[in-house]
Each structure stands twice: as structure tokens, then as C-alpha cells.
Nanobody
């Protein structure tokens, strides 16, 4: 499985960006897909996940209400719509795929089996 993330860039505070992650998995709809981020000098942080078929979504507390995760199974792509961006959202964003996630572990990076290369999001104040 390969994951290709894109859509990062430089945006002013209060602006929006949409990240995309294209997956090569054949049975895309059976897997959970998530986004994590890592800022310089900080630990990796859970951002959002769409669980298996996409019926359930989960968000980190710091992005809840501002970010929206969605998936297009026909395109094997998961999106992260980021609104009301803040300078503290600056980080490298990674998409990840979990083959057999269970609900209690969706926020753990170690639960995911495949990772994309990351895309940098920079939010200026």
C-alpha cells in the first residue's frame, strides 16, 4: 500500500487548506484512514480519522470544530479540510492507513500500518 499526501502550503491565520491523500489499496473502503501531524520539536499528534467505511469520524481536541475529514472511495482518497487555521497548526501532516483498527485505538499512531510521506502546512500569524 502506498499513500501520497498533498495540498500543504503557506497560509495566513484564519485561512483554509485542504489536504489530500491518495491510497493505492485495492479495498480502500475496508480500511481506516487518518491524519497525524508533527511540529518541530514536538511529538506526533493525532488529528483525525475516518474509521473503516467512513461511518465514524474522530478528531483531536485541538482541531475539533475546525477540521473535517472525509473520504472518496471511488478515488481512493481521504481529505482533510482545515478551516480557521492557527499558527499552532503549523506542522508536517501525515496520512496513515490502518488495516484492522479498533475504535479504542484510532488515536494511536502505532495502530496504523502504512504512512504517507508528509506534507508541510505553515500558518503565518
Amino acid at each position: 500500500v502506498q499513500l501520497q499526501a498533498s495540498g500543504g502550503g503557506l497560509v495566513q491565520a484564519g485561512g483554509s487548506l485542504r489536504l489530500s491523500c491518495a491510497a493505492s489499496a485495492r479495498t480502500f473502503r475496508n480500511y481506516s484512514l487518518g491524519w497525524f501531524r508533527q511540529a518541530p520539536g514536538k511529538e506526533r499528534e493525532f488529528v483525525a480519522t475516518t474509521f473503516r467505511s467512513g461511518s465514524n469520524t474522530f478528531y483531536g481536541d485541538s482541531v475539533k470544530g475546525r477540521f473535517t475529514i472525509s473520504r472518496d472511495s471511488a478515488k481512493n482518497t481521504v481529505y482533510l479540510q482545515m478551516n480557521s487555521l492557527k499558527p499552532e497548526d503549523t506542522a508536517v501532516y501525515f496520512c496513515a492507513l490502518g488495516l484492522s483498527l479498533i475504535l479504542s485505538t484510532v488515536r494511536r499512531g502505532s495502530s496504523y500500518d502504512y504512512w504517507g510521506q508528509g506534507t508541510l502546512v505553515t500558518v503565518s500569524s
